[in-house]
């Protein structure tokens, strides 16, 4: 996974990436700001930027985060079971770096059945490099 000390996450993230990525916390529904992100480009994991998501994949659940119907490939992601809070869930995390993401749920669009539900908090949206022609 990581390996990084607790002390140098503490530093690198703000009070509210820490709480959400580090100590499986969740921020509050509907206050995300990717929530409503409709731009093209890549969703990476805020702790050590390694791609998590599409845009493509991005749908609008309801459910107050973001949400996607698929990582970017199978190694992306790490499933585990989550049995806190009196519920059982998949948790899912980014497989390079263990931080918490939020869950999986098996009531997505019919493109593949999933719905990643995730934290704003846990991505960085990665807007597509634009070329500059305007030099020629």
């Not at 499986?24 to 390694?50: D, I, K, M, V, W």
């Not at 390079?96 to 869950?103: E, I, P, V, Y």
């Not at 019919?110 to 995730?118: D, I, L, N, Q």
Request: proline fraction near 7%; charge should be negative; hydrophobic fraction near 25%.
């Amino acid at each position: 996974m990581s390996g990084k000390s607790d002390s140098y996450w503490r530093e690198k993230l703000s009070p509210e990436q820490y709480r959400v990525c580090r100590e499986q916390g969740t921020e509050a529904p509907f206050s995300g700001t990717l929530l409503h992100n409709r731009e093209t480009g890549l969703y990476t994991c805020t702790c050590c930027e390694a791609p998590l998501f599409h845009s493509e994949s991005k749908f609008d659940s309801g459910c107050g985060w973001p949400s996607f119907d698929a990582p970017v490939n199978k190694t992306a992601i790490r499933y585990l079971e989550d049995f806190s809070h009196g519920m059982q869930r998949i948790e899912i995390r980014c497989a390079a770096c263990d931080s918490h993401l939020g869950h999986v749920f098996p009531d997505g669009p019919p493109t593949t059945g999933e719905r990643y539900c995730v934290n704003s908090v846990s991505l960085i949206f990665q807007a597509p490099e634009k070329d500059d022609d305007s030099a020629q």
